[in-house]
């Protein structure tokens, strides 16, 4: 974090457009990471290396904000609400957080914002009284999927697609974007399988769909530990380039199974732009600048498709952001 001179100019501008008036003498805005399940637990993940150096980089460009990046330790909602709790008695004047649970911490971030600005990024609860929302629309990410499908399947045929939980947001979201485009196509998902974030698990399915149905002519990933489960079933199989493969997320494995070719393609998100977005909204919000929250109340960061044509540029662009 990084101390701030009380009376420079940008200072007294963002004081004199307070929000709610009850801004601090110092705009500090902290960033709530969530965390990425797996079997062995929670685990801090790139995706949140990568955010947080976008934070850093708002923060550098702001004299007048101080920003600070925490991730709880647990991963659970009562471990944000604890940290909440922590941030709100230190005077925090606004928090971008990341929900795990985002039904069930409504009432949460609801409190929260009577306090402080508050607003969701990478995960969102829309019910809740959050100013607004900052990351992906899955459902345009999930489009952006079935594209690559029909592209991949130009004859089409019957696919399979894994997750590791549907009543996750982010999960039906995804899905609901890829059956929107395959609709009316030649193209069939014989069934969706979840994992419950077990990677083990997730390899099994994926062998049990080769052997159970080797009709099938492509497999989809919708979470980033997916992509390699998928990856690692079909070679053991010995059925690499037989099947497509469409993956989510940018896995050192998967980004080595789009430049070997083994996977069609995967779409990606761009966190660095969800950390770096955040707080220069929240700065803007915090100034009185309300525009800085659409009419929807969502700023949407568009995903990237990555194919084996421009692979190794966005690895080594994604290797720089991971401090690699």
Not at 120 to 136: C, E, I, L, N, W
Request: proline share 3%; with cysteine.
């Amino acid at each position: 974090m990084r101390n701030i001179r009380e009376d420079t100019p940008k200072f007294k501008n963002l004081i004199g457009g307070n929000y709610e008036n009850n801004i601090s003498q110092r705009a500090h805005l902290c960033v709530f990471a969530g965390s990425c399940v797996v079997s062995t637990g929670w685990w801090w993940s790139d995706f949140w290396t990568i955010a947080r150096k976008g934070t850093e980089k708002a923060d550098a460009e702001l004299d007048d904000t101080t920003v600070e990046f925490r991730i709880p330790s647990e991963g659970t909602a009562a471990d944000q609400k604890r940290q909440i709790d922590d941030l709100l008695a230190k005077g925090v004047d606004g928090i971008a957080l990341s929900p795990v649970d985002p039904d069930n911490q409504t009432q949460l971030i609801n409190d929260t914002a009577k306090r402080v600005l508050v607003v969701t990024q990478d995960s969102d609860a829309p019910k809740s009284d959050r100013a607004f929302y900052v990351g992906t629309d899955n459902v345009a990410a999930g489009r952006q999927a079935g594209g690559l499908i029909k592209e991949a399947l130009p004859q089409g045929g019957k696919i399979m697609v894994f997750v590791g939980k549907l009543d996750a947001r982010n999960a039906q979201e995804r899905l609901q974007g890829i059956r929107e485009t395959l609709q009316g196509s030649n193209i069939e998902i014989i069934d969706v399988r979840t994992d419950d974030t077990d990677r083990v698990r997730a390899k099994s399915n994926v062998s049990d769909t080769l052997v159970r149905y080797p009709e099938v002519v492509g497999l989809v990933g919708l979470w980033s530990y997916n992509g390699p489960a998928i990856l690692n079933a079909v070679k053991e199989s010995n059925k690499a380039g037989q099947v497509k493969i469409i993956a989510f997320d940018e896995e050192d494995e998967t980004l080595g199974g789009v430049k070997q070719g083994a996977i069609f393609a995967t779409v990606v998100q761009q966190p660095y732009e969800f950390g770096y977005q955040a707080i220069k909204l929240m700065h803007q919000y915090l100034r009185g600048d309300k525009s800085a929250a659409p009419a929807s109340k969502q700023v949407f960061v568009p995903t990237l498709v990555i194919k084996q044509d421009s692979v190794d540029a966005f690895t080594q662009k994604i290797n720089q952001l991971r401090g690699r």
